[in-house]
């Protein structure tokens, strides 16, 4: 016969038997022209999948990726795994992740919208878009109320402090028992000062120190006498100035009296 069935190949005047893996051939039983339906060509071999660093083309023949994909799908160029020290980002082999990207593995895989850059998983946010800050990885729209801005950044503020601004130790407000002099939280108020809530207020102006209101003077400066919870220049009629400063009444019997009440 001039030309041998499928299935066949002209081996000098006989036609031989093609191998079982091709369904043509040509030159020898195993130089497959063509592939059964159920395998790929690749080169001369018909098999059950192409090898690495091939795809299969729309014809079910495998052709070689593109140098840069260690392996490929449905095109040269359409990567699927890279070569040592490259990563794989949207099919294509990368030497470093887009900014908006993280390393997963051999993968370069996108941040979530909220973060402008992210490291170890989408939502861990290394940085944030314009107009929100980070704190604690996270990108928030304001910072929370112990939380103070610094740059792009929410920090914390001092455990001392309810809330701060500018820096850590900065406080705007005390938390519990402690009361905000100074930008500090203290336990106590300084001299000319008086606990008012959480906020250390100041003394008059007549008081060395006071307590409970701005007037309520405990002691007094040296050039004033106390009478009463009152700070004043000299003691009034009927009272009489002790060793402390302090303005005593005098007797009954008398109108005016000098250093004691009789």
């Known amino acids: 016969v001039p030309n041998c069935p499928p299935g066949t190949w002209k ?108 490291s170890g998983s989408a939502t861990t946010c290394q940085s944030c878009p314009e107009g929100k800050y980070l704190q604690n990885n996270i990108c928030v729209s304001q910072c929370n109320v112990n939380y103070y801005i610094s740059g792009t950044n929410c920090l914390p503020c001092n455990s001392n402090c309810a809330t701060c601004s500018g820096s850590a130790t900065t406080c705007t407000s005390c938390s519990g028992s402690s009361a905000l002099s100074e930008a500090k939280c203290v336990g106590t108020c300084p001299d000319k000062t008086w606990k008012n809530g959480n906020i250390c207020s100041p003394c008059d102006s007549s008081c060395a120190t006071c307590d409970g209101s701005s007037s309520n003077c405990l002691t007094c400066p040296s050039n004033l006498v106390q009478q009463g919870t009152t700070c004043i220049n000299s003691c009034n009629d009927c009272f009489y100035q002790d060793s402390n400063k302090i303005c005593q009444q005098c007797n009954s019997n008398c109108a005016t009296c000098t250093g004691t009440s009789t």
Do not use: F, H, M, W
Request: aromatic share 4%.
């Open 11 to 118: 081996n000098g005047n006989v036609c031989s038997n093609c191998d079982s893996s091709c369904a043509t051939c040509s030159g020898s039983a195993t130089n497959c022209l063509s592939c059964p339906s159920n395998l790929v060509k690749q080169g001369s071999t018909c098999i059950s999948s192409c090898n690495d660093g091939y795809y299969q083309d729309s014809n079910r023949i495998c052709q070689q990726c593109n140098s840069n994909c260690a392996t490929c799908l449905t095109s040269p160029t359409n990567c699927k795994s890279c070569p040592s020290g490259k990563y794989l980002q949207n099919n294509v082999c990368v030497e470093s992740c887009n900014t908006n990207y993280y390393i997963s593995g051999n993968d370069c895989l996108p941040c979530n919208s909220n973060c402008l850059t992210c």
